[in-house]
Nanobody, 125 residues
């Protein structure tokens, strides 16, 4: 089992950048695929980005391609989401998630087994 804690959210203006971090516990962190999802009020949780266990493979939602970058540092048990050129429509609670079966190419929340508590990102226009 792994516990996940997100940080780095905040209130920023459109066009700004933020870097979210997700710290994981447990010696098996490096074996999990990791993903970021977001959920805006009244909406379902949506896929943002994912990364394979070794960081070689990444996958992005079309809405964030070219603006967001997912990365990981297994030595620190941490996954990151660099968010550039933020837009008001990026406003949401952002969650990181860990998947035991490594399906980094699958954007379904059901492919992930462990979730953090979320961090709020608010982008003002």
């Amino acid at each position: 089992q792994v516990q996940l804690v997100e940080s780095g959210g905040g209130l920023v203006q459109a066009g700004s950048s933020l870097r979210l971090s997700c710290a994981g516990s447990g010696s098996t962190f490096s074996s999990y695929a990791m993903g970021w999802f977001c959920q805006a009020p009244g909406k379902e949780r949506e896929f943002v980005a994912a990364i394979s266990w070794n960081g070689v493979n990444t996958y992005y939602a079309d809405s964030v391609k070219g603006r967001f970058t997912i990365s990981r540092d297994n030595a620190k048990n941490t996954v990151y989401l660099q968010m550039n050129s933020l837009k008001p429509e990026d406003t949401a609670v952002y969650y990181c998630a860990a998947g035991r079966y490594g399906r980094w190419y699958d954007d379904s929340p059901s492919s992930y087994d462990y979730w953090g508590q979320g961090t709020q990102v608010t982008v003002s226009s």
